[in-house]
């Protein structure tokens, strides 16, 4: 069975700065995905960035990066210079190639931007 | 392109009502998905699909039944609501693959069960 796990219930940031949320998995496949997405008061679900457990980089999507820690299974987001739009809901998610490619989800960090 | 459209938006049951919530994607995505969020919570997995077909439980399967007569469609229905059903339900779809696809999401539908 696979499992995420997101430590931070909430979170504060002030503008312009870095942050880290943080994310372990636990799988004993060799195959795998890790996914973050946002969810801002609106609700939906946007998609941020993605790492293949066979990734020798860490991903990087403007200002998110990834540091991909497979030794101990951790996936941390970091989003650089915030802004009050990042304010949202980020969750974790991981995805196993076998079982129709799902996802399983951790439970979130909500992350508040002060200005 | 629309992408994942969810109807309807809203809706407010009664305990031993049914209903039917219709998922449609126009990305000819082969993997289907239901999930359902509870407050403060992540997503949980309902039911999946992997092709016009098929179907297939996730997590929390019970008292949902799904059917995907098209590729395009995904239904997910509840028989007999019950007040535990209450939740925001996610559709979501991508295409199978070894690579960063992501899933795509639809916008949600609130449903409320009195």
């Known amino acids: 069975a696979q499992k995420i796990t997101q430590t931070q219930p909430g979170m504060f940031v002030q503008e312009k700065e870095a942050v880290t949320l943080d994310c372990t998995y636990d799988?004993?496949?060799?195959?795998?995905?890790l996914f973050w997405y946002k969810q801002p008061s609106s609700g939906e679900m946007i998609f941020l960035i993605y790492?293949?457990?066979?990734?020798?980089q860490n991903a990087t999507e403007g200002r998110y990066s990834l540091n991909f820690q497979k030794a101990r299974k951790s996936a941390n987001l970091v989003i650089s210079a915030s802004q009050l739009g990042d304010s949202a809901m980020y969750f974790c998610a991981m995805r196993v190639l076998t079982s129709g490619s799902r996802l399983t989800f951790g439970e979130g960090t909500q992350l508040t931007v002060n200005p | 392109n629309a992408g994942v459209t969810q109807t309807p938006k809203f809706r407010v049951l009664k305990t031993g009502q049914s209903m039917t919530l219709l998922c449609a994607q126009d990305?000819?995505?082969?993997?289907m998905y239901w999930y359902r969020q509870d407050p403060g919570m992540g997503l949980r997995l309902i039911h999946y699909?992997?092709?016009?077909?098929?179907?297939a439980k996730g997590e929390v399967p019970d008292g949902y039944n799904v059917s995907r007569l098209k590729k395009q469609n995904f239904l997910l229905g509840l028989e007999s609501a019950a007040p535990s059903q209450t939740s925001v339900y996610f559709c979501?779809?991508?295409?199978?693959?070894?690579?960063?696809?992501?899933?795509?999401f639809g916008p949600g539908t609130r449903l409320t069960v009195t």
């Open positions: 990305m000819n995505h082969e993997y």
């Open positions: 979501a779809s991508s295409s199978p693959g070894t690579g960063g696809n992501e899933q795509y």
């Open positions: 790492q293949g457990s066979y990734d020798e």
């Open positions: 699909s992997v092709g016009e077909g098929t179907t």
């Open positions: 799988t004993s496949d060799q195959s795998y995905g």
